[in-house]
T-cell receptor
């Protein structure tokens, strides 16, 4: 079966750095997405990786290793507004998105 | 620029009632999707459409129906509502199915009692 694993919840301090991991086992791979979802709101796109390596976009970076079935989202200089759930999703060989359950990130002052 | 507009935001249904969740997008996207999101679980695809007149089942289609008569609109119909359909529903759209990001509507919190 297809599976995406992420930690359920993480806590970090304002101003710090946090890394949210995602491991996947899917039938084929056509890219990996990260979305941010604030409580009670819709998911919004953060990043897309299809090749191995690190993609940096401001305070957020996303890394992919296809051989290890592994990705992480790195958030720097954490702000209170970064408190949200972070969803990892993989596009499989049929171009269907397989979603992880999300990681709830709690930022403390 | 409205993006994806989804209505209603909240709804309570009695078991056996029916309703339609409305979704419209103004980005001329070909691909549209309906997802449900349950606590502790990933988004599950209910139905999707690759263009007007074309729809297909996703992972959890039972108890739902869709239609796509225009590029803009993709309503989701619940027939004979059951408690298992209590969930948050999201409509989404994308230009293509490949590496294009999804644009989501604001969601519908549905409770079936």
């Amino acid at each position: 079966g297809q599976n995406i694993d992420q930690p359920t919840e993480m806590t970090a301090t304002e101003g710090a750095i946090v890394q949210i991991n995602c491991t996947y086992q899917t039938s084929g791979f056509n890219g990996l997405f990260w979305y941010q979802q604030h409580a009670g709101e819709a998911p919004t796109f953060l990043s897309y990786n299809v090749l191995d390596g690190l993609e940096e976009k401001g305070r957020f970076s996303s890394f992919l290793s296809r051989s290890k079935g592994y990705s992480y989202l790195l958030l720097k200089e954490l702000q209170m507004k970064d408190s949200a759930s972070y969803l990892c999703a993989v596009l499989d060989s049929n171009y269907q998105l397989i979603w992880g359950a999300g990681t709830k990130l709690i930022i403390k002052p | 620029n409205a993006g994806v507009t989804q209505t209603p935001k909240f709804r309570i249904l009695k078991i056996g009632q029916s309703m339609t969740l409305q979704c419209t997008q103004d980005m001329n996207h070909n691909y549209m999707y309906w997802y449900r999101q349950d606590p502790g679980m990933g988004l599950k695809l209910i139905y999707y459409s690759v263009g007007a007149g074309i729809t297909d089942k996703g992972e959890v289609p039972n108890g739902y129906n869709v239609s796509r008569s225009t590029t803009e609109d993709f309503p989701l119909r619940l027939e004979l509502a059951a408690p298992s359909q209590t969930s948050v529903y999201f409509c989404a759209s994308s230009r293509t199915e490949t590496n294009e990001k999804l644009f989501f509507g604001s969601g519908t919190q549905l409770s079936v009692l």
